[in-house]
C-alpha cells in the first residue's frame, strides 16, 4: 500500500514517521497541506507535533487546511487515516473520530513509556495485533485527556470502537483509559502514543512495528 | 534614548575612533553594541587563550556555535547560552525565548537542531518566588522545546540561597551536519549580494534586551523594562524547515540569527566577519507596530527573525521558500565593499559607523580582582552519622530524584527518534545518529558551591565531572562549550572568581585535551552579598564510535567484581 | 463600517474537571485566600471587529465560535460586546 | 457570608506580542471573517469566593491577582463581580 504523511506547519513527528516507514519498508510520501492531491496513497498518515503550535486548541486550527477537505473524502469514501497524537486531535476536530482532547488531568505535558491493552484489533491498522497484547509506547502531549458524552460512549462501546487503552496507569486522565478510537466502520484511528518512536530494540521498544508491517500487504 | 550604559571614558574612546560626535541614533547603536552582553569587554581578553583546536574541531569559538567532526561526514555543532534576567523578571517568556534563541544560533549554522540540555539554578523552592521561577521556567521550556520537535534529552538543576534573586538558566543546542550538507557562518560579504531578513515581524519588543543583561537586576528592573519578548515557537519551527530548505540551495552566502540589540548586532557582526560594510533601508524592514523609529526598529529584539546573505540571482527561488512557509522575507539592504554600517530611513541616511568601530572597538576592562575569605560552607562530616541524618539525607535524596522526574517529564525527549538514553537514565545522554552505528553523548555540568569555595578548583571539578559523565556512558570527550554565569564583574572578588574559573577551566581542557568551541559569558548575577556563587557549566560532547558498545548503567549480574578507579 | 470589540469566554462545560482550576485554587488556599471555594478557567478572546451593528456581530462572532473557536463536545461560551 | 462568583480576565499587555491572537486572526481570516481586525487572547478565571460585600471580594481578588494570577510586567487584568 502507497503511504503518505501529512505535512501541517509545526507537524513535528512527519520525519520520525517517514523514517519509521522506511524501516519496514515502505516508501511513502509527504503531503502538504495546502495540496488538494492526495498523490493516490491508499493510506493517509496524520502525524504528530504542534500544528499551528496547538495555539487556541489543539488541532483547531489544523483541521481547516486545504487538505483536510481531501482527508475527509477520503475517509468518507472507505481510504485508511490514521492520526499519532496531534493527528489523533485533529481527526477528532475534524469530527472523523466522535469526542474530544481536553487538558492532561496533572495539568502538564506528559512524556513518558506506557502500556496499552489491545482491545480490539478489527481494523487494518491493528489486525497483526492480538486482542488483549500489551504493548509498550512512548506518550508525549498536554491535551491528551480523551473526553466524550455520556450517550455517545455508550455508543463507542456497542461498536467496538474503543481499539486501545492505557494499561496499568491511566497518564493523562482519559475517560476509561481509552488510548485509542476507531470509527464505525474501522477505516480511520487515531491514537494519543507514538507508534513511530516504538519501533527499534535501541530506543527502548518495538511495540509499533506490526502497526507499520501491516499497511505492507 | 542617546548613549546609555556607557562609562565616561567609552564615550571619549568612541568620539576618538569615529574622529566626530556620533549623532543620537548612532549613539544608542554604539550603546548596545558595547554592552557587556554584546562585547564581551570584560571577558575578552580572558577567553581567548582557551584551547579551541584539535584534529577534530571544524570550528571553534567566534561564530554562532563550535562544529566537531565525529567522522564519514558527520558533523555536531553546538553552543550554550543563559537567560538568566529575563527568566528573573518573566520566567516562562524569559525561558522559552532563550530556548528560542539558542536553538536559531545553531540554525544559523546551516544544521538541523536535533537535541537540548538545560542547566537551571534557583532558590530554595519552599521560599518565596522560587517556585513561581522554577515552574515558569520549566514550563516555558517544555512550551517552546516540544512545540519546536527538539527533544530535551539531559539537564541539571540545583536549589541553593544565592540564586534566590537571581535564577540560572542556561540552555545548551546541540545541531547535526550530515554528509555533504553545507555550514554557513554569520557573514556578509560580496559586494551587491542582498540581505534578506525572514521570520517574524519587527515590533516593539525588548528593547534594550543587551543592555538590560549587562545590568544588575534591581527593583527598577520593571519600569525599566519597556517590554517583555514573547516567544513564538510556532515560528520559531516554521524558521527552522525554511531556513534548513533555504540553506540547501546554491545561493545562501551567510546566515545569522537576531538576538540581542537585534539587527544592529546581527548586520555589523556580519559584515565585519565578511570584512565588508552593509547598507540597510529600514522601511523595508516589515513591522508589527505602526509608526515606529529608526531606533526602535534597529534595536528591536522581536524573536524568531533571521537575516540571510544571498546572491541576488538567487533571491526569488530563496523568498519562495519562505513565502511557502507563510513567513516575512524581505530583502531589506545589500552588502557593500566599505567596511561600514550604513542605514537609511525615510530617505535619510541616520548612521554612518564603521563596523570595526561596532564590533572591535569597545574598550577592553580589566578591573581590579582580590582573594576572599571562604566562609565555611562544608558540609559537617566530623560528628558521627547518626540515624536521623540517614533518614534526612534519604529523604532529600527521593526529593531530589522526584523533582528531576517532575521537570524531564514535561519535555518531549523522545520526538526526533535518536535517544539512546533518555532523562533520568544514564550520566549523560545518548543519541544515535541515523544511518551510522554512532552516537554522541553529552552533557551539562556544574557546581557552584565548590567553585565558591575554590573558584580554579572548582571549574576544574566541572570539566572533570562532565568528563567522567561521558565516559561513563561509553562516549570519548571531544569537545567543550561553557557557560559562565558570575556576578557584577567591577566587584573586585566576582571577578577574581572569574579570573580563577577562566585558569580552573583551561587547565582541565588542556590537560584533558578537549577544547572549548563554544561558550556564553553572563555578569550582573545579583549583587553584593546577594550575588550568586560563581557558577561555570560546562557542556560538553563525546563521540561512541559504535554504539553496540554503549555501555548501560546498574550493575548486571549477580557475582560480577565491582571496582573502585581513581584515588 | 464601525469598529467594534468582542469579548469571548470560553469555559469548559460544567461537570467536566479542570485541573489548572483546581491547581490555582490550592495555591490559593496556600497563600492564605481560603475563602475561595472553586477557581474554573478558561480561555478569553478580544476580537476587534468592523460591522454594521451590534445584532450583526453577535451573529458573526457566534458563528465563528460555534464552527472554530470552542469545541462544542467540551466548550461552553458567552459573548459580550464592549461599547 | 455571600457566595460571590468573580470573573477575572487578563491579557497581555498592549504592546506585547500576542502569538497566539494572530495564528487564530490568520486561521479566522482564512475560514473568511476577513473583518477581524485583531484577536488578542487570554485567561478568563470564575472564581466562586465567599464574603461580606462587593468592596471586600473586589479588593480581595485584586490583591491575588497582583501576587499571584497575573503577572504585572506583562499583563493586565480586569475583575468583574457577576450578581
Ligand atoms: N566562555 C566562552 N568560552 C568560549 N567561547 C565563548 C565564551 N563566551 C562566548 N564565546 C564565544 O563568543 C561568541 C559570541 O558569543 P555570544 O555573544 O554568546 O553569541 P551570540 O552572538 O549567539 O549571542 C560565540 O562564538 C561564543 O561561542
Sequence with gaps: MRVGVVVFPGTNCDMDTYHALRLVGHDPVYLWHKEHDLKNVDVVILPGGFSYGDYLRAGAIARFSPIMNEIIDFAKKGGYVLGICNGFQILLEAGLLPGAMLPNITNSFICKEVFLEVINNNTLFLKNYKVGEILKMPIAHKEGRYYISKRELEELKENNQIVLKYYGENPNGSLENIAGIINKKGNVMGLMPHPERAVEEILGSTSGLNLFLTLLE | ?567 | MKKWTVILEIFLKEGIFDPQGKTVKDALHNLGFKEVEEVRIGKVLKIDILGENKEEIISKVKKMSEIFLANPVTEDFVIRVEE
Design chain 2, 1 to 567: 534614548m542617546g548613549v546609555f550604559g556607557l562609562k565616561e571614558e567609552e564615550i571619549k574612546h568612541a568620539i576618538k575612533l569615529l574622529g566626530r560626535e556620533p549623532n543620537d541614533l548612532e549613539w544608542s547603536v554604539i550603546s548596545v553594541i558595547w554592552s557587556e552582553h554584546c562585547s564581551y569587554k570584560h571577558s575578552r581578553k580572558y577567553l581567548k587563550d582557551f584551547l579551541t583546536k584539535a584534529e577534530w574541531v571544524e570550528q571553534g569559538p567566534g561564530e554562532n556555535a563550535g562544529i566537531v567532526n565525529l567522522g564519514d561526514g558527520y558533523r555536531v555543532v553546538f553552543k550554550i547560552e543563559s537567560h538568566n534576567h529575563p527568566s528573573a523578571v518573566e520566567p516562562f517568556q524569559g525561558a522559552a525565548t532563550g530556548v528560542g534563541g539558542i536553538v536559531r544560533d545553531i540554525l544559523a549554522i546551516g544544521a538541523r537542531p536535533i537535541a537540548l540540555l538545560d542547566s537551571l539554578r534557583f532558590g530554595p523552592i519552599e521560599k518565596g518566588r522560587n517556585k513561581y521561577l522554577f515552574e515558569g521556567v520549566v514550563g516555558g521550556i517544555s512550551f517552546y522545546g516540544n512545540c519546536i520537535g527538539v527533544p530535551v534529552v539531559g539537564g541539571e538543576i540545583v536549589f541553593e540561597d544565592c540564586y534566590s534573586s537571581n535564577p540560572l538558566v542556561n540552555v545548551m543546542c546541540i545541531g547535526l551536519l550530515t554528509p555533504g550538507q553545507k555550514s554557513y557562518r554569520g557573514k556578509a560579504e560580496g559586494k551587491g549580494n542582498l540581505l534578506l531578513l525572514v521570520g517574524a515581524k519587527t515590533g516593539r519588543d525588548g528593547l534594550q534586551g543587551a543592555s538590560f543583561a549587562s545590568e544588575k537586576l534591581d527593583d527598577e528592573v520593571h519600569k525599566k523594562r519597556p517590554s517583555v519578548q514573547v516567544g513564538d515557537p510556532f515560528l520559531g519551527k516554521l524558521l527552522i524547515e525554511s531556513c534548513l530548505e533555504a540553506a540547501s540551495t546554491e545561493g545562501v552566502i551567510g546566515i545569522q540569527d537576531l538576538g540581542a540589540a537585534g539587527l544592529v548586532s546581527s548586520l555589523s557582526e556580519s559584515a565585519r566577519r565578511g570584512r565588508s560594510g552593509v547598507k540597510v533601508y529600514l522601511d523595508k524592514v516589515p513591522q508589527r507596530e505602526e509608526n515606529m523609529t529608526a531606533e526602535e526598529i534597529l534595536l528591536s529584539e522581536s524573536q524568531e527573525r533571521m537575516l540571510l546573505v544571498i546572491k541576488p540571482e538567487k533571491a526569488e527561488e530563496i523568498i519562495s521558500i519562505f513565502k511557502k512557509w507563510d513567513l516575512e522575507a524581505e530583502i531589506i539592504g545589500e552588502v557593500i565593499e566599505e567596511e561600514k554600517f550604513v542605514v537609511y530611513f525615510k530617505g535619510e541616511k541616520v548612521v554612518d559607523l564603521p563596523t570595526e568601530l561596532l564590533v572591535d572597538g569597545s574598550l577592553i576592562f580589566d578591573p581590579p580582582y582580590k582573594d576572599y575569605e571562604v566562609p565555611n560552607l562544608a558540609f559537617d562530616f566530623g560528628s558521627r552519622v547518626k540515624k536521623e541524618h540517614v533518614n534526612r539525607f534519604l529523604e532529600e535524596l527521593v526529593n531530589d530524584l522526584f523533582i528531576k522526574e517532575k521537570i524531564y517529564r514535561q519535555y518531549d525527549y523522545s520526538v526526533q527518534t535518536n535517544t539512546v538514553f533518555s532523562p533520568g537514565f544514564g550520566d549523560a545522554a545518548v543519541l544515535r545518529i541515523k544511518g551510522t552505528n554512532k552516537g554522541i553523548a553529552v552533557v551539562v555540568d556544574g557546581n557552584g558551591r565548590y567553585c565558591y569555595l575554590n573558584p580554579k578548583r572548582g571549574a576544574m571539578y566541572a570539566v572533570t565531572e562532565a568528563c567522567r559523565n561521558i565516559l561513563c556512558v561509553g562516549g570519548r570527550p571531544l569537545a567543550i562549550t561553557d557557560g559562565l554565569n558570575f556576578g557584577d564583574p567591577d566587584e573586585a572578588e566576582v571577578f577574581y572568581q572569574f579570573r580563577e574559573t577562566i585558569k580552573g577551566i583551561d587547565l582541565a581542557s588542556r590537560a584533558l585535551e578537549i577544547p572549548i568551541v563554544s561558550g556564553n559569558v553572563s555578569f550582573y548575577n545579583g549583587q553584593a552579598e546577594n550575588t550568586i556563587f560563581p557558577t561555570p557549566i560546562i557542556g560538553m560532547v563525546g563521540i561512541l564510535e559504535d554504539l553496540s558498545y554503549l555501555i548501560k548503567p546498574g550493575f548486571k549480574v549477580v557475582g560480577n567484581p565491582v571496582y573502585l578507579i581513581g584515588d
